[in-house]
């Protein structure tokens, strides 16, 4: 126990940082995992899709809300160039997102009526929507701030101990309701925790503006609405790609099918947890290493990282069974089929976050806002047509389809950009189809246990023979 101890603590900051977020990644997402089969016992599936919707309809709001600045791609870069005072910068962009959250409200307020219709959810949890987006940004910022300075210790417990107490908070309170006869469950779920989260945020929210003291700060606001306007139709593309499946399987075939499919899509992205721990090193490192110029390094970083999420996502398709099977009841295994086409698409997403980081890099907003704005009127589409004729399963392979077609426009943005070669065009192809038809390729064997534990064993022993370079090519990504 001592010599691993040592070790940890003779690690390099930015891999010891990784190691730590990638901790609280699967943590604050595995609590999640362990409360499922108490809340699918306790909802009924319609129930479930209402949250299920709510999240859907959340992701939309957070985009006019925060005015984008809550997203990876723009707060990383933000956070590059504004590196002499990051408090400052922060604290300004809390006076974006609160402004813009204030004008949501009013209109909600003005047409009221029309609004409720639309998202066909209670009031109340409209209302919920518009209180977390005034405060939760700067839950966002400050977190991000600390990854992106490797302070891992704080974000750790601020990240992991918020979830673990919302989730017991918001079990209590539904379990507490059921028992009284109480109805309107899936808003006392949300209140519940969202109360909690929101205390936690106003807290840092606080901070913050003590520490920035540029609430209202135009110099900075200015050239950040410039950039941020443009990305508003890029990251309403990237909800559509993520969300509106739900939103069209709950309005087109019904809410129970929108749950079954919302607890298939997050068992899909285990890929995901591991991908935003990488990231953590990664957008620091890429964004550094554009701005020298140093393109080797990056192509030779990225490869082992992207193998890596590959292999989970095989995993995590060919799991799907077993893992449903613990955290659901026997109504949600039909959606075991919908686990292979999103674990795919979780893979070529991430390859989009590599070549999309150049385009961010760059302020390249047009750029960025084209390639999402086409992969979502695909996906919509496409879910118009096959979801009437093939059920809520048809909504996976939709989503694959047009993760590739965003990932193959924003490489096509990185050559057009920087002239000079970046990343390995026929590792990103292969990878793509290699990922994709294992992951497809699981549907075959879902009746042969025996078949997939061996070949899931496989992975695993790959996974353990490329970890070294797997944690050499994290460790030589420090700035």
Not at 123 to 152: D, G
Not at 286 to 291: A, D, R, S, W, Y
Not at 371 to 394: C, D, P, R, W
Not at 415 to 428: L, M, N, V, W
């Amino acid at each position: 126990m001592r010599s691993i101890v040592n070790k940890i603590r003779n690690m390099p900051l930015n891999l010891k940082a990784t190691l730590v977020f990638a901790i609280s990644n699967f943590a604050t997402s595995g609590i999640n995992y362990i409360t499922t089969p108490i809340f699918t016992a306790l909802l009924t599936t319609n129930e479930y899709g209402t949250i299920a919707v709510y999240n859907s309809w959340f992701d939309i709001v957070k985009v006019f809300a925060s005015m984008t600045l809550i997203y990876p791609g723009i707060l990383n870069v933000g956070l590059y160039d504004h590196s002499q005072n990051r408090w400052k910068y922060l604290s300004s962009m809390l006076g974006i997102t609160t402004f813009c959250t204030a004008v949501l409200g009013i209109l909600y307020a003005l047409f009221f009526d029309a609004a409720n219709s639309m998202f066909a959810l209670p009031p109340s949890l409209v209302i919920l929507m518009l209180f977390t987006s005034v405060f939760t940004p700067a839950t966002i910022f400050w977190t991000f701030k600390q990854r992106y300075e490797y302070t891992y210790k704080a974000a750790f417990y601020v990240s992991v101990g918020s979830a673990v107490f919302a989730q017991i908070i918001s079990i209590a309170a539904v379990m507490l309701a059921k028992n009284l006869g109480l109805g309107h469950l899936p808003e006392i779920r949300l209140w519940s925790a969202g109360i909690l989260n929101v205390a936690v945020a106003i807290v840092l929210f606080v901070y913050i503006l003590v520490k920035g003291k540029a609430f209202l700060d135009f110099s900075v606001w200015k050239p950040t609405f410039l950039v941020a306007l443009p990305l508003i139709p890029h990251y309403l593309g990237s909800v559509v790609l993520s969300s509106t499946d739900k939103i069209m399987i709950g309005q087109m075939i019904g809410e129970d099918k929108a749950g079954i499919y919302s607890l298939a899509a997050i068992l899909s992205a285990i890929g995901v947890l591991l991908w935003r721990a990488l990231s953590v090193t990664f957008a620091p490192f890429v964004n550094e290493k554009l701005g020298k110029r140093d393109f080797v390094q990056i192509r030779r970083s990225v490869k082992p990282l992207l193998t890596m999420v590959g292999l989970v996502c095989v995993i995590a398709a060919l799991a799907a069974p077993e893992i449903i099977s613990i955290l659901a009841t026997d109504e949600y295994l039909a959606g075991v089929y919908v686990v292979p086409p999103i674990a795919a698409g979780i893979f070529i997403h991430a390859q989009y976050d590599v070549f999309s980081a150049v385009s961010f890099f760059h302020k390249k907003s047009v750029r960025i806002m084209v390639a999402t704005v086409t992969a979502a009127v695909v996906n919509i589409v496409l879910n118009y047509l096959f979801i009437s004729l093939f059920g809520y399963i048809a909504a996976g392979y939709t989503t694959l389809i047009s993760n590739l077609i965003l990932s193959g426009m924003h490489y096509y943005n990185t050559r057009k950009i920087e002239k000079e070669k970046i990343y390995d065009a026929k590792f990103s192809l292969l990878s793509a189809i290699a990922v994709s038809l294992l992951c497809l390729a699981s549907n075959l064997v879902y009746g042969y246990s025996i078949l997939r534990y061996l070949i899931i064993l496989g992975m695993l022993i790959i996974a353990a023979i490329k970890s070294k370079t797997f944690v050499k090519a994290i460790i030589e990504m420090k700035i």
